[in-house]
């Protein structure tokens, strides 16, 4: 294996403060397009298989984040999406609660199986043509598909004002290259986190949700009402116009 192959493959795993500002800027510029008054929708997909279950008991654990960071601002609605085993994917209905959302996850187990995120991409589109979905959010470590019908569903998301946010664990340099193409095209954003971090996994999925409920404006209004790092993300943005 040459230098550079190692050095991309030490590199890829790695989600530097540099990779989460720039996904954190990308969020923040992301125009929002829905009717004034209505809650925040977003779709939280998450590959269920079996490499994937510490990731997922994480996600378990953070997901509360995502409804209380939007409280102030309207609100969200959130839809569990995922996959597993042989041809398995499930959706819930959409949820208004973090407490509801988080008792459908833990009856989920994780099952071996390849990746599904064509039929996660095609129901986003079906979601999104019936009412507004704001964002999809997915969360997984590799894509074991055809990127060119990845490549298209995820077009006629962008088209449709449904932009794709992919949360990649671990980074893996193909897989890495697909996802960067399925958020291009959809007009959405990529960060790779580390597995044991939940800190940077929190801080992506509140700004997703944030931008979600409000866009720009809401997370820099969240940031001078709760401080902390939220505030920290809204000085980077700043910094970066």
Request: hydrophobic share 40%.
């Amino acid at each position: 294996m040459s230098q550079d192959k190692r050095d991309l493959k030490l590199s890829a795993g790695r989600s530097s403060r540099a990779d989460i500002n720039a996904f954190l800027n990308k969020v923040a510029t992301t125009p929002v397009r829905r009717p004034s008054g209505s809650r925040g929708r977003l779709l939280f997909a998450i590959d269920a298989t079996a490499s994937r279950e510490p990731a997922w008991d994480m996600a378990c654990q953070l997901q509360s984040e995502m409804f209380t960071s939007t409280d102030d601002i309207g609100g969200l609605e959130v839809q569990l999406a995922f996959y597993r085993g042989f041809g398995e994917m499930k959706v819930t209905q959409w949820l208004e609660s973090p407490e509801e959302l988080v008792r459908r996850m833990l009856r989920v187990r994780c099952l071996a199986g390849r990746t599904q995120i064509r039929k996660l991409l095609g129901h986003a589109l079906k979601e999104t043509n019936r009412q507004k979905v704001d964002a999809l959010v997915f969360v997984g470590d590799v894509v074991e598909e055809d990127i060119d019908e990845l490549g298209h569903l995820a077009g006629q998301l962008g088209l449709v004002g449904t932009p794709v946010f992919v949360f990649h664990e671990g980074g893996e340099p193909i897989s890495r290259r697909a996802f960067e193409q399925i958020v291009r095209l959809s007009g959405g954003a990529y960060c790779s986190f580390d597995a044991g971090s939940a800190q940077q996994l929190r801080e992506l999925l509140s700004a997703v949700a944030v931008f979600s409920a409000g866009g720009r404006r809401a997370l820099e209004d969240l940031g001078r009402a709760r401080g902390g790092r939220v505030l920290q993300i809204v000085d980077q943005l700043r910094g970066k116009r």
